[in-house]
């Protein structure tokens, strides 16, 4: 496989976690492979209930520690996910959601160099 072609397919398993775990799926997914790093870009997830709850800075607060709690509880599918596609290990997982934008950034450390491993 190609590396547009791997990051096409952690998008979908990306996008597959999201819709089956987290309820919702993103407008736009984009995932970018750097070296030992993979880096997805979601938009557009938030609700329009949570859209609603940015207005005020509770809601912001109730907001990112709900969505950090239920992306924690759903680590381990997604990684599982994510090594269907990529046969190496994931060493770490760190994300982050913007509710002024409604992005998620996820940011994936691996044991490998992927694009080492692509072009072999």
Do not use: W
Not at 110 to 120: H, Y
């Amino acid at each position: 496989m190609t590396k547009g072609q791997i990051e096409a397919k952690i998008s979908e398993a990306i996008s597959k976690f999201e819709i089956e775990y987290m309820g919702r799926g993103p407008k736009t997914i984009r995932t970018y492979i750097i070296n030992d790093m993979i880096i997805v870009r979601l938009s557009g997830l938030l609700s329009p209930s949570e859209q609603k709850l940015t207005e005020n800075p509770q809601g912001v607060e109730l907001i990112k520690k709900v969505r950090a709690t239920l992306f924690e509880g759903g680590r381990g599918y997604m990684e599982t996910l994510i090594k269907d596609v990529i046969d190496v290990d994931i060493i770490s997982t760190h994300s982050d959601i913007s509710t002024t934008t409604g992005e998620r950034v996820i940011i994936i450390s691996v044991s490998n160099n992927i694009e080492d491993l692509i072009t072999k």
